[in-house]
């Protein structure tokens, strides 16, 4: 019986391991401007994100969302993004993303407050930027 | 036993749960000028950090640190930082990084690479953004 315990215990801390186990992720770094008389709304609208907003970003498999707002030497702000992903089609799941009504809306609110850099790829509105260095 | 079996699978699956809980994080996200002359050399060597750099970062408490790139309306080159710390003492931990021989070759290297962008307070090189929104 002593053995049947161990044997269980054992199966259990494996299926633990397996359960909290890093997933295979792609991460993404994104900029895009800011108007600078835009700042303080923006900045309010994005403390208390619409709970829709938020539930469609997890359900198209992105995680650890994170935007940062700097003013840069050019005098401009700029919005810094580094979010996760962590689905398998993110072509798909960005497809998703755009055809949800709530996150049309949120969009609309957003973008008049935006300036999308030149420096960006065709259908881009944030622009991606290169991964030169990570470390886990 | 059948009891005792199912206790024992429970505190474990418990002890599985905890051991793989979120830790409390600070994240960062920071920006800092990059030469254009410099991108080629600075981009081959992250792709090889040092192991006693990485190993200094990893000892105080840095996790999921990447870097970015990306040139904007200005025409400059922008490096653009996201890390998160998982220590209690964010200060005495860049200290401690600050004092590593190892480290303090690789800034040698790295810095004279590196513009600082006047929007950064006192004793930064990397000047530390603002985060306006962050979702799990």
């Known amino acids: 019986m002593k053995k049947l315990i161990l044997i269980i215990m054992l199966v259990v801390i494996g299926l633990g391991g397996f359960g909290c186990a890093q ?48 003013q840069l030497d050019d005098g401009k702000h700029y919005l810094f993004a580094y979010f996760e992903y962590t689905g398998d089609d993110f072509k798909a799941d960005m497809e998703k993303m755009a055809a949800d009504p709530t996150t049309q809306k949120w969009w609309d609110l957003c973008e008049p407050m935006q300036i999308p850099i030149k420096n960006r790829r065709q259908g881009q509105w944030w622009a991606n930027m290169e991964e030169v260095f990570h470390t886990d």
Chains 1, 2 share one sequence.
């Open 23 to 70: 997933q295979e992720i792609q991460r993404y770094g994104m900029v895009l401007g800011l108007k600078e008389d835009k700042i303080p709304e923006y900045t309010k609208i994005h403390a208390a994100v619409w709970p829709g907003v938020l539930k469609m970003i997890e359900h198209c498999n992105i995680k650890n969302y994170s935007i940062y707002l700097h």
